[in-house]
């Protein structure tokens, strides 16, 4: 049986999770990549887990994908896509990168409606 550590966001980061930040996602199996959080403000406080949109240096300039970049946190330019959501316990949330600008939740509404093409 292999035991791996278990990470626990409170003691790295403890600032709360809100809707279109980008944190760093660190799995058991020690995986880091960053991560846009998709999942309302008004219900973290209350969910142990979060949907996110992972980020990749894949750029892909279609209605699925939002920019992200050094101005939103990303050290490159870069992609959250929206066709490959996950939901992640809110513990492997380690470290705020940095979140979208002002109009952060018309991307992530604006994308959501394209992924699932309504």
Do not use: Y
Request: charged letters at 20%.
């Amino acid at each position: 049986m292999v035991v791996r550590p278990v990470v626990v966001r409170a003691a790295i980061d403890p600032a709360p999770i809100r809707q279109a930040e980008l944190w760093l996602m660190e799995t058991p199996n020690n995986k880091r990549r960053p991560v846009l959080v998709i999942t309302r403000d008004e219900v973290i406080p209350f969910l142990n887990s979060v949907v996110v949109a992972p980020v990749t240096s894949t750029i892909r300039t279609i209605p699925t994908c939002i920019a992200v970049g050094p101005s939103e946190g990303i050290d490159h330019e870069s992609v959250a896509t929206f066709d490959n959501f996950a939901v992640v316990p809110k513990s492997v949330l380690t470290r705020r990168l940095g979140a979208l600008g002002t109009d952060g939740r018309q991307q992530i509404c604006a994308a959501l409606g394209a992924m699932a093409d309504c």
